[in-house]
């Protein structure tokens, strides 16, 4: 049986997972190119809005980050309470480019409510911003 932990094995399949969940990284044009119009979501859902399933305590959850849109959609995956293991490295940030995807493991072990957004500033204080809960 593979430890709990999961270790820093992030091949499909090479480790127990208990959950997977997709995030897209999109800035969406709502009024047709005027600055107030540019909506910054995870998913479509801004400021917090985002619908995250309970995790619960200790459970292996994996993160399909994903980036799509134009120049402007350069994002930085960042979590707040939790570490994850993507290629062989810990990290709390994963660069997102539009078209690409990354696959990014984390042992959800640090129970409370964490801050998921984009560290690009201007994005964060336009809504790229969510919440995710360990219980
Ligand atoms: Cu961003």
Redesign the pocket.
């Given at each position: 049986m593979p430890p709990r932990d999961g270790g820093n094995d992030t091949r499909p399949g090479q480790q127990r997972l208990d959950r997977e969940l997709v995030l897209l990284?999109m800035?969406f044009d709502e009024a047709k190119g005027e600055e107030r119009g540019l909506m910054?979501g995870i998913n479509g859902f801004i400021f917090g809005n985002l619908p995250l399933p309970l995790l619960t305590n200790g459970e292996q959850v994996r993160w399909y980050v994903l980036g799509m849109g134009n120049e402007k959609?350069?994002?930085?995956?960042h979590w707040h309470g939790k570490t994850l293991r993507v290629s062989g490295r810990h990290t709390d940030v994963i660069e997102?480019f539009p078209g690409s995807m990354v696959t990014a493991d984390m042992t959800a072990d640090n129970p409370g409510t964490w801050l998921l957004h984009?560290?690009?500033a201007?994005?964060?204080n336009a809504g790229?911003v969510a919440t995710y809960t360990i219980r």
């Amino acid at each position: 049986m593979p430890p709990r932990d999961g270790g820093n094995d992030t091949r499909p399949g090479q480790q127990r997972l208990d959950r997977e969940l997709v995030l897209l990284f999109m800035i969406f044009d709502e009024a047709k190119g005027e600055e107030r119009g540019l909506m910054h979501g995870i998913n479509g859902f801004i400021f917090g809005n985002l619908p995250l399933p309970l995790l619960t305590n200790g459970e292996q959850v994996r993160w399909y980050v994903l980036g799509m849109g134009n120049e402007k959609d350069i994002h930085t995956a960042h979590w707040h309470g939790k570490t994850l293991r993507v290629s062989g490295r810990h990290t709390d940030v994963i660069e997102v480019f539009p078209g690409s995807m990354v696959t990014a493991d984390m042992t959800a072990d640090n129970p409370g409510t964490w801050l998921l957004h984009c560290h690009v500033a201007d994005h964060l204080n336009a809504g790229m911003v969510a919440t995710y809960t360990i219980r």
